[in-house]
């Protein structure tokens, strides 16, 4: 029997009016569940956004990431325009730390939105290309620099602890993702090993996959 996959839908209009209406939502939703319908996916939670393509702001997306998180799913729109068009945004969103599926794009999870933000790193290099070619005309027209600060210190320490850092932020997201569910199931089971209980049935896994222990959960609840 195949594995089922968990995923969270995000549905976007650009009005109030569309998503008072619903115009454009329904059909979203269609969209997305009749490409998981027949596959092993298993949706655990919807989030719909009224907001325009063009604001980064999006408390509804954010939700859907978070979710995601908690439960190892896949981020699921029906058109890749459903989650934004400006590429910076794309990037965060790649480096959020989720699988995204796109229904008209399926590929879109990884090679399209790494395509278009090496799009925007393109762009930043030719903007530092012309920065660099403009110092060193001013230089040549007798314009005194500033001198750089020696770095080889400053990036070889950075290098070495780089690692150390991204591994620490994720699971101190990941925490902080989790920590709301955590302290809520154990108001209801009172003890540790209940909680652990609960939550590995509720199938939220834990910080490296498995079944949740009484020592997991204080470990969330205490912040560390």
């Not at 980064?56 to 997306?61: A, D, G, I, M």
Request: net charge positive; proline share 3%.
């Amino acid at each position: 029997m195949d594995q089922v996959r968990k995923c969270v839908s995000y549905l976007r209009v650009s009005t109030t009016r569309q998503g008072e209406s619903g115009l454009g939502i329904e059909a979203q939703r269609n969209s997305v569940e009749g490409f998981l319908r027949g596959d092993s996916w298993k949706i655990v939670g919807e989030y719909v956004e009224v907001e325009s393509g063009k604001n980064n702001h999006r408390p509804e997306l954010q939700k859907a990431i978070t979710t995601c998180r908690i439960h190892n799913a896949t981020l699921v729109v029906a058109r890749l325009d459903r989650l934004a068009r400006n590429a910076h945004f794309l990037l965060g969103l790649k480096e959020a730390g989720i699988d995204i599926l796109c229904v008209d794009m399926p590929s879109a999870n990884a090679l399209t939105i790494g395509i278009m933000a090496m799009v925007a790193q393109e762009e930043a290099r030719l903007i530092s290309a012309r920065t660099k070619a403009a110092l060193q005309m001013a230089k040549q027209r007798g314009v005194k620099l500033g001198s750089p600060r020696p770095m080889t210190q400053m990036t070889q320490q950075l290098g070495v602890v780089r690692s150390g850092h991204v591994r620490r932020a994720k699971a101190q997201r990941w925490m902080s993702d989790v920590r709301p569910t955590v302290e809520q199931a154990m108001n209801t089971c009172k003890s540790l090993r209940s909680t652990a209980r609960a939550l590995s049935e509720a199938g939220i896994p834990a910080r490296r996959g498995g079944v949740w222990t009484a020592t997991q959960v204080s470990r969330v609840l205490k912040g560390f």
